[in-house]
């Protein structure tokens, strides 16, 4: 099966922090998708969290503008239990946005083909006007390659361009 990303969903705590808020479940969820959130929050670094959703990247930066962002995923195997909507953690009262991707036709044994590490990995470029991905070598043929970037505040920040080859659940961020 091909890999595909039928839906997906965005929310954010709005014009102010919040320690928590819901995100609503995709459209058209079946068993053996994933569900992947890719979340970016500001002020204090640390982690978002989701019942039942397990931590794949969690890149932190406490230094001057802390933020944090990260992917969450969790392999769907009763779609008809799952509820209409999610509880994001932000741990503080953080301003965030996350977005829920159906991922369809990734890896059942194993999501994570390459697993991150902030060594190999671009992290961070503070007032960057541009930012490069760093080469990713599949272990498998076929997986997903993801590739988060988030900008905090608008003022002076250039707008994250789609990459060529790649879908885009962007566009959205938070002042």
Known sequence: MAISFPAYTRADTGAGAATSYSINKPTGLVNDDYLMVLFTKGDNAGNATITGFTLAIDEQN????DKSLG???KKI???AGEPGSYTINTGESEESVSQMVIVRGADLTDFLDVAYSAGSHLTDTQNAASLTAQP???ATDGAVVVILAATISYADIATVAQVSGYSDFGGNGYD
């Open 62 to 65: 406490g230094s001057g503008d």
């Open 71 to 73: 992917l969450l995923y």
């Open 77 to 79: 195997t009763n779609a």
């Open 136 to 138: 990713i070598t599949t």
